[in-house]
């Protein structure tokens, strides 16, 4: 008999095979050859104002130092000692004033890195120095936008660059880190992400998130005609005061990297995504014709953001194995902010734990035995385009790698 495969018979594209999210040889994979490369955030440029003040971001057993030198320039490093290779640092989330340091001293047997990375005093070889040609093991840093990112690629990436033209107007760099939290996800990252790139699960799971978006509800009842109305109200009201919506950019899907950005308005009269609508303190930066819209975009793909004209969610994306994926988000906004912290995170504290469960489940569901790939639906283009990214990515390591 023909062996015939189903899957090709139709013309619905499907989604991901259940190894891709369950098998430890493709998540090794994954971290030799892509997440290496991959622009990663530290963060916001505000954690690294003083010399010595440092972030460590830790992917798929990788830790990163990321840190302001003395001569006030960032830098990042491997958090592993070039003695015996310990992990040097730890994270210093929630301490405050961030911590400075002056220079890095290995824990084990003290070792002493300046804020460049070179070691600088080799306990125990005072007398002839031999190893002071030793340094921590540099990457490549991008700073964009009062954004922090560092990666292992050979040049700089132009997207990256190109998020001055999106969130420039914020001016992150002078902001506060309000809130951060971090959410284990008991699932592989890139459910985390395809589930992060539709709304189309938003009408009948996250009914917070559909109170304060207009369009889940427009949309769902095919009422696209009243998001174009919002649409058009906030582009005139934002041009009046004298601020340009940022370039859309949906659909090009770029070969190394994942990428986004849209303007979307939030209607409902609302100015702002909370419980009343009303605004909670100052806009960031000069984005006062944000008011009543968003932007919201995806970087990598290990950076999703969400911008209101009174805070910017940062939604940090950290696999750490097969199934385990670390999510981590920041509350940025102004100097001067009046709600309660409670009331900024109060949208998206609830909404990212409805998305835990659902992808969690996802992740069962796709381990099983009697999974097969489903077609998406349109208006699932986002993540469809996301699972052809990747599979772009793994056919090509796999020709790359395949013995000549
Ligand atoms: S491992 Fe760092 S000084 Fe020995
Ligand atoms: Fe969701």
Known sequence: MENTDIYTETAYVKSL???AYTDEKIFKQERYSLFRYLPVIAGPSCLLKKSGNYIVTDIASESIITIKDQEGVVKAMANT??????RLLENNIGSNPQKTLKSIVCPYHAWRFDLNGKLIIARGDQAN???RHLCLRKLRVQETAGLTFYHGFNQEYEQVNNLENILGTLKLEDAVVRDRKTYTVNANWKLWVENFLECWHCAPNHPELSEVKGFIKQFESGRDD?????EYDWRAQAHKKG??????NDFSSDENLFHFNICMPLGNGRVTANKDGKRMGDTLGNADGLEGGAIFGCMGPFLFYLAYVDYTVLFCVRPQSVTKTEVELMWVTSENFQASTDDLTWLWHTTIQQDIS?????QQGVSSLYYTPGPFQAEEYRTQAFTAWWQNWKSKNEN????K
């Open 81 to 86: 000692c070039r003695h015996r290779g310990k």
């Open 129 to 131: 120095a031999s190893f």
């Open 358 to 362: 659902l992808v969690e489940e996802t």
């Open 17 to 19: 095979p259940g190894h």
């Open 400 to 403: 790359q790698n395949s013995p």
């Open 243 to 248: 601020w340009e919506l940022p370039p859309d």
């Open 226 to 230: 009243l998001y174009l109305e919002d």
